[in-house]
């Protein structure tokens, strides 16, 4: 790939991970986005309760009883923060990308049915970008991936 493409894909990247450590902060802090300031975690309150709760699709019975639950919440916010560290340093982008994609098709399913498409909502983008960042080796551009590889080079999992 030429070279504009490939610090394309490295600014897609750090763009995603950017909106994954975002989604923490504004959760972390309440930072008034989309988590109003006196529903931040740091206040005590659950950050995936809200979505759990409210959710009335076909997987709702599956979904609901998980709201609140400190298990569920800390995995959610430690998988925002890892996930979007990773993707904006650029090493272990493979084990993040996989774990996002399993974060993104989990709230994809949570939602179903879609209100404004069949099947398509930014959860499916996302995870396809994801996907994108992982076969490209998007981690090696605008990122420490080079380098990090060569650490890792007895553990490829670990790239």
Request: overall charge neutral.
């Amino acid at each position: 790939m030429s070279k504009e493409v490939n610090y394309t894909l490295g600014v897609l990247r750090i763009a995603l991970g950017l909106i994954f450590l975002w989604a923490f902060f504004d959760k972390l802090f309440g930072l008034g986005f989309n988590t109003a300031r006196d529903k931040s975690w740091l206040l005590g309150n659950s950050p995936t309760s809200g979505f759990l709760s409210s959710l009335n699709g076909w997987f709702s019975s599956v979904f609901n009883p998980l709201a609140g639950s400190v298990l569920v919440d800390w995995l959610f916010m430690l998988g925002l923060l890892l996930i979007g560290l990773v993707l904006v340093l650029g090493i272990v982008v493979n084990l993040a990308s996989y774990s996002g994609v399993l974060l993104l098709f989990l709230m994809w399913l949570a939602s179903l049915p879609l209100e404004h498409h069949l099947f398509l909502d930014e959860h499916i983008i996302y995870l396809i970008v994801l996907l994108l960042i992982t076969f490209t080796k998007a981690g090696d551009y605008l990122g420490f991936g080079k380098e990090w590889k060569k650490l890792v080079k007895n553990n490829k999992w670990l790239e």
